[in-house]
């Protein structure tokens, strides 16, 4: 069925008028589907999840990594692109423009999922093998002062998982955590 804003109401959570594959640095919260516990439950696919993060500046030259963590049923990560100008493709057919923010986690995703679906296949367990939920949340990161904060947040994110958003047990609130997420920062 052909989408219909009046029927589906869906709208972006995207910046409005943001490039995103201009240079930039950028926070990236990707969830579990329905937030399940998969990183707590399945230590290989943990394992996945941080080589596929790893392998992406190799896959992207002008795209550079940052502090991440992997939560028991969420990931966030910083990444810095670095593209501005289009780069010539091999078969000479002009040129491609540089890969967006949306490219790269779309990228991500897949292949974590494409490991993941080999990896439960040889260990031979009963797994589903999209684990991703369907979007992610983004935030163009400003200032360095934001920068820090947000990477304070990922380095102490283990410790505060009781106050953590996505923990289903979540027993009080992390107040940075609510700056960053509610664009107080």
Not at 9 to 14: A, D, E, G, L
Not at 18 to 30: E, P
Not at 95 to 122: F, N, Q
Not at 124 to 133: D, P, V, Y
Request: glycine share 6%; net charge neutral.
């Amino acid at each position: 069925m052909k989408y219909d804003q009046d029927i589906h109401h869906r709208r972006s959570i995207r910046l409005k008028g943001h490039d995103y594959s201009q240079i930039g640095a950028y926070f990236v919260t990707i969830c579990t589907h329905s937030r399940n516990l998969y990183f707590e439950i399945y230590s290989g696919l943990k394992e996945i999840v941080i080589s596929q993060w790893q392998a992406l500046s190799r896959r992207y030259p002008d795209l550079t990594l940052d502090e991440f963590v992997i939560m028991p049923n969420h990931f966030h990560g910083i990444l810095f692109v670095g593209a501005t100008l289009a780069v010539a493709r091999k078969d000479g057919a002009g040129a491609r423009p540089a890969p967006t923010v949306g490219e790269i986690v779309g990228a991500y995703k897949s292949l974590c999922i494409h490991d993941w679906l080999v990896y439960i296949e040889e260990k031979k367990i009963r797994a589903l093998g999209k684990f991703w939920q369907r979007n992610y949340y983004e935030h163009v990161i400003r200032t360095d002062d934001e920068l820090n904060r947000i990477r304070e947040y990922i380095r102490n994110n283990p410790l505060k998982w009781s106050l953590d958003r996505e923990n289903p047990d979540r027993v009080g609130r992390d107040i940075l955590e609510d700056e960053i997420f509610d664009g107080t920062t």
